[in-house]
């Protein structure tokens, strides 16, 4: 119990301590952690879908984007300008506090995976990914084409003048100096993301071994046999998108107010996938591979752009090699090489349900 406390404190001070490291080399590597945090919490949104009660969710950006256009559209200028009577009343444009949008946006997004749910209960494997990835589309081109006849979500051109995170006239988006150390924007944002990803670590590690995560685990085991055991397995399912539908909300909405603008490109089906991939790749239902996954997928990249930054890869082959596609090359290389090797994910969950080894008696 000592060792485990010990390890928690050194993971703790590790964790603080690290943006303001990362900083000394430039706001580029802060930046990669505040992705990096955004990432787990949607694979671990996902992961209660995908990991606990095995439904296959290929559309899980809809709920990304459904949070971030919730708060594109209370916390900027966007509405004033296409709705007179909007305007008339905030003449200075629709400013709700970022921390109201975030509980709105969960519940917009919450609602839209139960929409999801509803019509695919009876759907599963193969069948249930390709309508939630038809669904994710469907809200992509839905918000890419809402600029006309009266525009909305201003289309293509995305949403600008988005409101930085505000609590009780703290702004995370300025520069502040504690202790005679400052404070990037960047690294403020690390400091709220990471409380809102240790606080939904704990839900999903309290919702994981509550009765309704043992159900959602039941019905990915074995629905009929779970339906048999008396486990309502349509609530159940509902439940399971509309939980992690929240979450997504969620990321949207702190993704929006990271930005300061948002586009439908960034809610594209490669978006999914990746979210998918680093369910998969860290270990299917296991809080700590979810992490592991989410980490390493969403910082690769971005240090592979630095590495292809360092050494320009076109000048030194002629032009005939390009950094942005050897650099999704050597992602999907290290995906398959760490499949193969490790089939269940980097930190698989453990296994359950194995019998006792008997004793040998004489």
């Known amino acids: ?19 303001l490291i990362f900083q000394q080399a430039g706001n580029f590597w802060v930046r990669i952690l505040d992705v990096a945090l955004l990432y787990i919490l949607l694979a671990l949104g996902l992961n209660i879908v995908v990991g606990y009660a095995g439904l296959l969710d290929l559309g899980y950006v809809a709920f990304y984007a459904v949070g971030a256009y919730c708060l594109g559209l209370l916390s900027s200028p966007q509405l004033t300008e296409s709705f007179a009577t909007i305007r008339s009343s905030f003449p200075q444009g629709l400013h709700l506090w970022v921390w109201i949008v975030i509980p709105i946006g969960a519940a917009v997004a919450g609602f ?30 839905f918000i890419n084409n809402l600029d006309a006849p009266v525009n909305i979500t201003n289309g293509p051109k995305g949403i600008s003048q988005i409101d930085s995170f505000k609590l009780f006239g703290f702004n995370f988006g300025k520069t502040h100096e504690f202790f005679g150390i400052d404070f990037n924007s960047v690294t403020m944002y690390y400091y709220l993301f990471l409380a809102l990803v240790v606080f939904s670590v704990l839900v999903c590690y309290r919702l994981e071994r509550s009765r309704i995560g043992r159900a959602w685990m039941a019905i990915r085991e074995d629905e009929i046999a779970a339906k048999a055991m008396g486990i309502n397995t349509r609530n159940m399912k509902l439940l399971a998108f509309g939980m992690g539908a929240t979450f997504g909300g969620i990321s949207g909405v702190l993704f929006a107010t990271f930005q300061g603008f948002i586009s439908p490109e960034s809610f594209s089906l490669q978006e999914s996938i990746m979210i998918v991939a680093m369910v998969v790749l860290g270990g299917i239902g296991h809080i700590p591979g979810v992490i592991l996954g989410a980490l390493l997928l969403s910082a690769l990249p971005e240090v592979l752009r630095w590495v292809s930054g360092q050494f320009d890869l076109q000048l030194i082959t002629g032009g005939r090699l390009d950094a942005a596609i050897l650099r999704q090359l050597l992602i999907a290389l290290a995906m398959i090489a760490i499949m193969l090797i490790r089939p269940r994910g980097l930190w698989p969950s453990p296994e359950h349900g194995k019998a006792a080894p008997t004793p040998v008696t004489k």
């Open 1 to 19: 119990m000592k060792n485990k406390l010990v390890v928690f404190l050194v993971a703790a001070i590790a964790l603080l301590v690290l943006p």
């Open 112 to 141: 839209a995976g139960v929409l999801l749910g509803a019509p695919t209960l009876k759907l599963r494997g193969d069948y249930l990914a390709i309508v939630t990835l038809g669904f994710g589309e469907i809200i992509r081109v």
